[in-house]
T-cell receptor, first 110, second 112 residues
């Protein structure tokens, strides 16, 4: 099956710093989503981004499907950004069966 | 719109006991998923329903896990008998069509 890798596994930032999270996947995908799991365990959709670039406030994401990677940028980080960021990919739209990466655990210090 | 509802929020049981989790998806979402998330790992799909039919249950341990979605809306996931390694968060999600993928808050199961 498709493999999803994320880096770095852990990241500690000072409030106000910027960061880049990376997701690599082993095969072509029809769908890619970034999720944030907050410290209470809730998974929140950030971006649906099978290709191209999207921005939402301080967050933006870029997927280069031909090179099988996606990047999540967090600018001017805040303590509320802490949690685990997951990349999830979907091989085919019929099954809609997401495969999750192992996540990047982000801690933003005040 | 209301989100994906799950209950209970927490459950502690002894090994070899049985347990059931309930999920109510977002209204109109035909696709429903159950994921298992072991501490420190990403969620892993257990079963996917399209309306009341099973699309994918290849990673469901069928000797002890079962799930149903009888009327194409609510779903229940059952474990019988539970093992220590079943301790995890069980997440339900629903979607319209690949995007609009929304997770519930999950049920944290501890098997002692």
């Amino acid at each position: 099956g498709i493999q999803v890798e994320q880096s770095p596994p852990d990241l500690i930032l000072q409030e106000g710093a910027n960061s880049t999270l990376r997701c690599n996947f082993s095969d072509s995908v029809n769908n890619l989503q970034w999720f944030h799991q907050n410290p209470w365990g809730q998974l929140i959709n950030l971006f649906y981004i099978p290709s191209g670039t999207k921005q939402n406030g301080r967050l933006s994401a870029t997927t280069v499907a031909t090179e099988r990677y996606s990047l999540l940028y967090i600018s001017s980080s805040q303590t509320t950004d802490s949690g685990v960021y997951f990349c999830a990919v979907l091989r085919d739209n019929y099954g809609q069966n997401f495969v999750f990466g192992p996540g990047t655990r982000l801690s933003v210090l005040p | 719109e209301a989100g994906v509802a799950q209950s209970p929020r927490y459950k502690i049981i002894e090994k070899r006991q049985s347990v059931a989790f309930w999920c109510n998806p977002i209204s109109g979402h035909a696709t429903l998923y159950w994921y298992q998330q072991i501490l420190g790992q990403g969620p892993k799909l257990l079963i996917q329903f399209q309306n009341n039919g099973v699309v994918d249950d290849s990673q469901l341990p069928k000797d002890r896990f079962s799930a149903e979605r009888l009327k194409g809306v609510d779903s229940t996931l059952k474990i019988q008998p539970a093992k220590l390694e079943d301790s995890a968060v069980y997440l339900c999600a629903s979607s319209l069509r690949g995007n609009g993928y929304t997770f519930g808050s999950g049920t944290r199961l501890t098997v002692v």
